[in-house]
């Protein structure tokens, strides 16, 4: 059973799990993303989980929102969270998608507001900071934009990438930093998104990508996911999915479970590299 209090949780009562919880995945899967049967370890103490009330990710690109977080997205708004999202760049300098600055940009605009509409976010705030020179703004500036969203959508959580961008790109990392200066300006936990470790090894090995992944140990939460709804979700952003075969790849390889790392100015509490 899991205790009331825990159900009370943000998100817990459809998919967050402390990592004190142990969740089997392929239990999950067959439970789809209403969760089930948990376990504690043995020995122990409860861990911290998110708080109750508005989430807000802070994403660089559109399709961040969806290829990166759209699994945990998708288990606040199914738990009945006001969830909200801030995408920092119009994401027009990818190389995908065919198109030159200003048409990319508007045709990513319309794919994250489909996606948006997938997952369900409460609302969507877009920036036009330049995509791929997003470390290129100012830490201060970027995290005064984050702040002042998440004061506007009323946020008691920050959702962002992990620490090293996952991927590795810089804008994802700047994305990442600004929004653990706003949590810390704000006192409000900030999640990071992260890969367990032999994942990120796995594709770091198969694709040359420098993917950045993490210990259990290091994770805060684990968070059941439905996947089928991510991949709908995945699928509005059609500019940049031909030819995406490592995103393929990484959730071909996925259990249907996301870990998330509580993030924190200071530096993390748990073991940084795995
Ligand atoms: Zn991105």
Do not use: K
């Not at 300098?93 to 065919?98: E, F, Q, V």
């Not at 590795?168 to 706003?182: I, K, L, N, S």
């Not at 968070?223 to 991949?231: C, H, T």
Request: charged fraction near 25%.
């Amino acid at each position: 059973m899991v205790p009331a209090d825990r159900t009370r949780a943000a998100c817990a009562q459809e998919g967050f799990r402390a990592r004190s919880w142990r969740v089997d995945p392929l239990a999950a899967a067959a439970r789809g993303r209403h969760g089930g049967t948990v376990s504690r370890e043995p020995g122990t103490a409860p861990s911290p989980s998110l708080p109750r009330g508005p989430v807000l990710a802070v994403c660089a690109h559109p399709d961040d929102e969806s290829f990166g977080l759209g699994g945990v997205l998708a288990a606040c708004t199914a738990a009945g969270e006001a969830t909200h999202l801030l995408c920092l760049t119009l994401g027009e300098r990818s190389t995908l998608g065919g198109l030159a600055a200003p048409e990319l940009a508007e045709r990513r605009i319309a794919e994250l507001d489909c996606a948006a509409g997938v997952l369900g976010l409460r609302s969507v705030a877009r920036r036009t900071h330049p995509d791929g020179a997003l470390a290129a703004v100012p830490l201060d500036a970027l995290a005064d934009t984050v702040v002042d969203e998440a004061r506007r959508v009323g946020a008691a959580s920050l959702l962002t990438f992990d620490e090293g961008g996952v991927s590795g790109h810089p804008d994802h990392e700047q994305a990442t930093r600004a929004a653990v200066a706003a949590g810390g300006r704000m006192a409000i936990p900030v999640y990071g998104w992260a890969l367990p470790h032999a994942l990120a090894a796995q594709l770091a090995r198969e694709t040359g990508q420098p993917f950045v992944g993490r210990p259990r140990g290091a994770v805060d939460l684990v968070v059941p996911v439905d996947r089928a709804r991510q991949w709908t979700a995945i699928r509005c952003h059609r500019s940049q999915l031909s030819g995406n075969r490592v995103l393929r790849r990484r959730l071909a390889l996925a259990a249907p479970e996301e870990w998330l790392r509580e993030l924190r100015p200071d530096g993390p509490g748990r073991p940084a590299a795995g």
